[in-house]
């Protein structure tokens, strides 16, 4: 069942600080300064990372961020200017969303095989192999190559002859 007092934004890694990652609104159905609302961040598991803007809600990146998989939560609580105040507070979870940002490296190094000749087409000749930071789909590897002689197979890296 979902938690009404729990919010979920994500961030990409490659934001900036300073950039607003959602805008908190509480509304007071009161007038004047009963109904006028102030923002502040009363619990954050990582402190000194967000800030919020007292009067317009703004939730602002401090720091620019790396995925790990972390997941920043921070209650958010909205005080209204009675002579009695009255709050209510919103929890957040923040997750940081991986991007495309780190090349494939190769695992192995081939620095020379030898296929007999007049090998058959499909006859294998050897394999390559890379791994990716990135997670999700933009850390899966696909290999491609120019070559009159030879094809790889894009998911494995295994080479074959071609002709």
Same mark, same amino acid.
């Given at each position: 069942?979902?938690?009404?007092?729990?919010?979920?934004?994500?961030?990409?890694?490659?934001?900036?600080?300073?950039?607003?990652?959602?805008?908190?609104?509480?509304?007071?159905?009161?007038?004047?300064?009963? #109904? *006028? =609302?102030?923002?502040?961040?009363?619990?954050?598991? &990582?402190? !000194?990372?967000?800030? +919020?803007? %007292?009067?317009?809600?703004?939730?602002?990146?401090?720091?620019?961020?790396?995925?790990? #998989? *972390? =997941?920043?939560?921070?209650?958010?609580?909205?005080? &209204?200017? !009675?002579?009695?105040? +009255?709050? %209510?507070?919103?929890?957040?979870?923040?997750?940081?969303?991986?991007?495309?940002?780190?090349?494939? =490296?190769?695992?192995?190094?081939?620095?020379?095989?030898?296929?007999?000749?007049?090998?058959?087409?499909?006859?294998?000749?050897?394999?390559?192999?890379?791994?990716?930071?990135?997670?999700?789909?933009?850390?899966?590897?696909?290999?491609?190559?120019?070559?009159?002689?030879?094809?790889?197979?894009?998911?494995?890296?295994?080479?074959?002859?071609?002709?």
């Amino acid at each position: 069942q979902r938690d009404p007092s729990l919010r979920k934004s994500g961030v990409v890694e490659s934001a900036s600080p300073g950039t607003v990652i959602r805008r908190i609104q509480a509304i007071d159905i009161d007038s004047e300064n009963n #109904g *006028k =609302v102030t923002y502040s961040i009363t619990v954050e598991s &990582d402190p !000194g990372i967000f800030s +919020l803007d %007292s009067v317009s809600g703004d939730l602002r990146l401090l720091k620019k961020l790396t995925f790990s #998989g *972390k =997941v920043y939560k921070l209650t958010i609580t909205a005080t &209204d200017h !009675g002579s009695v105040q +009255l709050s %209510s507070s919103q929890n957040i979870e923040i997750t940081v969303i991986d991007i495309n940002d780190n090349a494939p =490296v190769f695992t192995d190094g081939i620095s020379s095989t030898s296929v007999v000749e007049n090998s058959p087409k499909g006859t294998f000749a050897f394999k390559v192999s890379a791994t990716d930071q990135d997670s999700g789909p933009a850390g899966i590897v696909n290999y491609n190559m120019s070559s009159k002689f030879l094809s790889i197979e894009p998911m494995t890296g295994k080479v074959s002859i071609s002709s």
